[in-house]
């Protein structure tokens, strides 16, 4: 699924330039959502998150890009912003990235350096998503396990071991070393205390974690396999269909 834009010009020819701009991406992994040249309008659409990266045409007499920074700049995840400028302004360059800008491109602008600071957008929502899933996947791996308070420092320790391994496989060996025990009595101590085989409980959360990630739309099943640590797509699709009854490509939005 393409990662969607929304596009602030408040300058004349905005609509030409959309075109000009929507041409640029074609073929890549990005589209324009939205479009508004109206400054509150655009401060809403941030904090309600309706596209995923901001591109700010910053232009005289506005200068919309620092104000729609300042105005979302209490949110506690701020969308990816890149501005561009109709001419090399450097003290607005400044002011830009002081307010949390990823990049400030000049017009003309270049396509493979607007794609570059795109890509840059991207990669730091990928960052985004794989923790915020990870974290989502662990709590409701979590959660089936026997709840009481004898547990609950052992499910504390667990979760804080598991947040560390986040990304690297989480072995018996690295979590027996991690409780302090050797491997043979923590797996015997993991299963009395906790009903199920270490083994068994990682598995759950990396398949809740690739349905999670295959969900969003934004990673293929090979992505998938390689961030969870298999060693191929095909191993990961073997291990996913006997777990679930289906393919990853089943879960992945299209």
């Given at each position: ?17 959309l075109?000009l ?8 992994g ?7 040249a ?27 890009a620092?104000r ?62 794989i ?6 996947a ?6 089936i ?18 947040l ?21 009595y ?8 906790l ?39 095909d ?20």
């Amino acid at each position: 699924m393409k990662l969607q834009i929304l596009v602030t010009d408040s300058g004349r020819y905005a609509v030409q330039r959309l075109d000009l701009f929507s041409a640029m991406l074609a073929d890549s992994g990005y589209t324009v959502g939205m479009h508004t040249a109206d400054l509150n309008e655009a401060v809403s659409l941030v904090r309600e998150n309706r596209c995923d990266i901001l591109v700010c045409f910053n232009r005289a007499p506005e200068f919309l890009a620092a104000r729609l920074l300042r105005l979302t700049d209490d949110l506690p995840v701020r969308m990816p912003t890149i501005v561009i400028s109709e001419y090399d302004d450097s003290q607005r360059m400044r002011e830009c990235f002081l307010l949390g800008a990823i990049d400030f491109l000049s017009e003309p602008v270049v396509p493979e350096d607007l794609l570059r600071a795109l890509n840059r957008a991207a990669e730091m929502i990928h960052t985004r998503l794989i923790d915020s899933e990870y974290r989502t996947a662990l709590a409701d791996a979590l959660s089936i396990l026997p709840q009481s308070p004898q547990n609950t420092p052992i499910l504390a320790k667990l979760e804080d071991f598991l947040l560390r391994m986040k990304d690297q496989a989480a072995t018996v060996e690295l979590a027996a070393d991690y409780f302090g025990f050797n491997r043979d009595y923590f797996g015997r101590w993991f299963k009395a205390k906790l009903g199920m085989t270490f083994g068994e409980f990682y598995k759950e959360l990396q398949i809740r974690y690739a349905r999670l990630l295959l969900e969003s739309g934004q990673f293929r099943v090979q992505d998938v396999s390689r961030l969870l640590g298999f060693s191929s797509p095909d191993y990961f699709t073997r291990v996913f269909k006997r777990r679930t009854g289906q393919l990853p490509s089943d879960y992945r939005r299209l």
